[in-house]
């Protein structure tokens, strides 16, 4: 299966700043990444999906403008929580879209605790 | 819209007797079913996953589920718990009719099992 690295694994801020989470596809090109959210004792949430080469596509009610999603390229994509406040304190994590196959089971990252304070 | 339900937010056991957790789905299509166990602050892993042919899939760590259509529920078994299974349990689903490649996850089921 794919091997999804993401970094940083946690990281408090200052409320007002902003931080970027890696999601590294080590062994799979990955053309498509698919970043979630996961509030304290709550399910995994979609919040947008990063395409290589073009714009992310974002949940509804997911600010774009507050969460910038860059895909670079085939191996690389990253999540930037700009201005992050304390309600933006949850656990982000990725997964490569492996080849649309729908039988296919996903391959995570081990995830980025963000705690802003 | 594809969904998942997970009605208990958690499941206790005894080691050494059976568990299972439950997950109800709804999908238009054929539904693409998978289990993931979350251990504290890390990723998801991928237990098992039902696609097609046999009812009862069998999975990773003695994890086992059982795909029943016409109840369209998809419940995690395993024959004798562990107190290392002690974890967050998520159900998932995949519609390739609706066109959404991105898994739709359940609420998620705490299991405890006490030694």
């Known amino acids: 299966g794919a091997v999804v690295s993401q970094h940083p694994s946690w990281v408090i801020c200052k409320s007002g700043t902003s931080v970027k989470i890696e999601c590294r596809s080590l062994?799979?090109?990955?053309?498509?990444m698919f970043w979630y959210r996961q509030f304290p004792k709550q399910s995994l949430m979609l919040m947008a999906t990063?395409?290589?080469?073009?714009?992310?596509?974002?949940e509804q009610g997911v600010e774009k403008d507050k969460f910038l999603i860059n895909h670079a390229s085939l191996t690389l994509s990253t999540l930037t929580v700009t201005s992050a406040h304390p309600e933006d304190s949850s656990f982000y994590i990725c997964?490569?879209?492996?080849?649309?196959?729908?039988?296919?089971?996903?391959?995570f990252g081990q995830g980025t605790r963000l705690t802003v304070v | 819209a594809q969904s998942v339900a997970q009605p208990e937010d958690q499941v206790n056991v005894a080691e050494g007797n059976p568990l299972t957790v439950k997950c109800t789905y709804s999908?238009?299509?054929?539904?693409?079913l998978f289990w993931y166990v979350q251990y504290p602050n890390r990723g998801l892993q991928f237990l098992l996953k039902?696609?097609?042919?046999?009812?009862l899939v069998k999975g990773s760590y003695g994890f086992e589920a059982e795909f029943n259509k016409s109840q369209t529920s998809f419940h995690l078994k395993k024959p004798s718990a562990l107190v290392s299974d002690s974890a967050l349990y998520f159900c998932?689903?995949?519609?390739?009719?609706?066109?959404?490649?991105?898994?739709?996850f359940g609420s998620g089921t705490r299991l405890q099992v006490q030694p």
């Open positions: 997964t490569p879209n492996t080849g649309g196959l729908v039988n296919t089971e996903a391959f």
């Open positions: 998932a689903v995949r519609d390739w009719n609706t066109g959404r490649r991105a898994l739709t």
């Open positions: 990063s395409n290589e080469g073009s714009k992310a596509t974002y």
């Open positions: 039902y696609i097609t042919g046999d009812n």
């Open positions: 062994d799979f090109q990955a053309t498509t």
């Open positions: 999908v238009s299509g054929n539904p693409y």
